[in-house]
């Protein structure tokens, strides 16, 4: 067994070495199988020619059955590209062309060994291609598919794909987590670097949650499932990766445009050197240098590489059009709660009305507030902790304002002053200078109300500072608290603007106002924020782990609390941008070189079978740049020296 302090980086790196999808085995075997076939007739072919020199015909048959068998799947897939008009089977057309032109000129030889050459070369170039892509294969294998499961009888090993909400599982030491869950008992450390990129393991206790795919590090848990296997976060997370590794970019359109006048131009090209030199072995060595491997890699490659180095520091990356916008972006609007500010809220004072006790009040907020991710709701949690009180209530939240529950006929309202008048709740005189404040009513009667202070992150004036240094021209605060509370933010940070009681709606309103003059990324906790990270140029939910809400929302999601990853996410995209174009050039360049050099005869046809790929190699190496790179803020030259 690895240590556990470095099992989930370790498990990533072996399975991406060794794990090769079904689907990409059954293509790949049947390939080499082929080819193997095909080598066994041309040796009987070569032997036949040797044996019998004067019976060519005997030589020729068997050497064409060799060419049928290796150019059969090669054709049909060049025939359904072009019927289709795939640009990803431009490969195959050229290849047939040229397999179907050295027999017409009886070169059997060479229409069997040039599709026989580029399966080879092609294994070993699929193995490296698939090696960034398995990445998210062994991702998925990091999930634990057997969980213990707490029975009258004692522990039962079963199946986490069995699991329901509600059952309850033992996690010992060195396991990892199937589901996601809530600790009932015990205390640990918990290594979530496959999620959050965060190398500190992570103590949890009673009441916290924990999620599949991270590492129990040293203590006995026992746990409540809270989402089946299927509908974890780390489930959603790969999905969204495997979907996002799929997506193209404006620069792959590109290409695939080119792509559809590419052939026609090569054909052409080979055509005019077979009618100016005679010699139709320069004209078939130009149709295999010209396969195209590298365009298929220009950004598929990149894009990969950056999922990746994303996903390391905790960033989940789900539309990689992420590498267009983010770059062009001038303008970050933050909101304040969870974002800017650690989401911890510290209660520092309750006033009561009325009879009401303390105990009372906090157990009428608690009462509805289980049921919130709202940063209020997990510090009355917090303050409820040793309390009992009724779970019986059908919650419902309103985005902005706070939450509401019912039983029986009883109404329990946790939520700011404007969303209690607007229930025409009638709330008392309230001391200003308080800061922020959550009111507590039940059946329409004020209980009191509890005041929280918010505290900033502590990177908050480097993160600022760094994203200016990128050429930021603008950072802009937006927050649903008063103006007291806003305007104590403002004070401590130098954010360009600062708007205060804004709803969900009017937040959206300063997004559509600010993407007027500007390209916006937009950097919210995603429970509440949804409208203006989906209304923005990108969208960025911070402190995304365990929030569905956050992860569907954005176009990123930061899973760890670092601010610092957003100016981190902006130079990744920088890098994968500027990658990218290199690759175009370096495959416009390779192609043009190679099929310079098959013109003049230097590159045969043979040759040719094995070079062909040294574009797509070159694009790959390159590619890797991006997973070597420091990303160093501190370091990166001011955006306004660089040619962007």
């Known amino acids: 067994m690895k240590r556990i302090d470095n099992m989930a980086g370790e498990s990533l790196r072996e399975q991406t070495r060794t794990y090769i999808s079904d689907k990409d085995k059954k293509r790949l075997s049947g390939s080499i199988l082929s080819s193997f076939a095909a080598l066994v007739f041309f040796g009987a072919g070569y032997l036949l020619s040797k044996i019998w020199p004067d019976q060519t015909v005997i030589a020729e048959l068997v050497y064409l059955i060799s060419v049928l068998i290796i150019g059969i799947p090669v054709a049909v897939t060049a025939i359904k590209g072009f019927i289709k008009k795939d640009v990803g089977s431009a490969m195959e057309i050229l290849v047939t062309i040229a397999m179907v032109v050295s027999v017409l000129d009886g070169q059997f030889v060479v229409a069997i060994l040039i599709p026989i050459i580029l399966t080879i070369v092609h294994f070993f170039e699929e193995k490296s291609i698939m090696g960034g892509r398995d990445a998210i294969e062994g991702l998925k294998r990091m999930q634990a598919d057997t969980a213990l499961l707490q029975t009258e009888e004692g522990e039962r090993e079963v199946d986490a794909k069995s699991l329901k909400v509600g059952d309850v599982i033992s996690v010992k030491p060195g396991m990892s987590l199937p589901i996601d869950g809530t600790v009932l008992r015990g205390e640990s450390n918990m290594d979530q670097k496959s999620l959050t990129g965060e190398s500190l393991p992570k103590e949890v206790a009673v009441g916290d949650s924990v999620y599949a795919g991270t590492t129990n590090i040293d203590g006995l848990l026992t746990v409540r499932v809270d989402k089946a296997y299927v509908d974890t976060s780390f489930n959603r997370i790969v999905k969204l990766l495997e979907n996002a590794e799929s997506m193209s970019l404006p620069e792959t359109k590109l290409i695939d445009r080119f792509m559809l006048y590419y052939i026609p131009i090569v054909l052409v090209i080979a055509t005019l050197i077979w009618l100016f030199t005679k010699d139709i072995s320069k004209a078939v060595a130009i149709l295999v240098v010209s396969c195209p491997c590298g365009y298929m890699l220009v950004s598929s490659a990149p894009v990969i590489a950056a999922l990746g180095t994303a996903s390391k520091r905790g960033v989940l990356i789900k539309n990689p059009a992420f590498i267009e916008k983010l770059t062009d972006a001038d303008s970050f609007v933050f909101d304040k709660t969870g974002t800017i500010t650690n989401g911890t809220l510290e209660a520092v004072d309750l006033k009561l009305f009325g009879d009401t006790d303390r105990e009372t009040l906090l157990c009428t907020a608690a009462a509805v507030a289980h049921g919130s991710l709202h940063p209020t709701s997990k510090s009355v949690m917090r303050l409820c902790a040793e309390l ?38 009638e709330l008392p005189e309230q001391n200003a200078s308080e800061g922020s404040t959550s009111w507590v009513a039940r059946d329409g009667r004020v209980l009191g109300y509890i005041v929280f202070r918010d505290i900033l992150r502590d990177d908050v004036e480097q993160t600022f500072e760094a994203l200016r240094r990128l050429g930021v021209k603008k950072i802009t605060v937006l927050t649903g608290d008063n103006r007291i509370e806003a305007q104590k933010i403002a004070d401590a940070i130098s954010a360009d603007e600062m708007f205060s009681e804004l709803l969900p709606e009017q937040k959206l309103e300063k997004i559509r106002q600010e993407k007027e003059d500007h390209c916006v990324a937009a950097i919210g906790d995603g429970i509440n924020d949804s409208l203006a990270l989906n209304e923005s140029d990108v969208g960025v939910a911070m402190g995304a782990m365990g929030s569905d809400t956050a992860i569907q929302s954005a176009d990123i999601s930061l899973m760890n609390n670092s601010l610092m990853n957003l100016p981190f996410t902006v130079l990744l995209a920088r890098k994968t941008k500027q990658i990218i174009y290199q690759n175009i050039i370096i495959a416009f360049m390779t192609s043009f070189v190679m099929i310079f050099l098959a013109a003049c005869g230097v590159v045969t046809p043979l040759v040719g079978a094995f070079l062909h790929n040294v574009g797509a190699f070159i694009v790959l190496f390159n590619s890797a740049r991006i997973v070597r790179e420091k990303y160093d803020v501190e370091a990166a030259p001011k955006a306004d020296a660089e040619a962007e």
């Open 388 to 425: 009992e009180f009724d779970r019986d209530y059908v919650i419902t939240e309103t985005a902005g304002n706070g939450v509401s529950g019912e039983k029986d006929g009883s109404v329990v309202v946790l939520g700011n002053d404007r969303f209690l008048r607007s229930l025409g709740i």
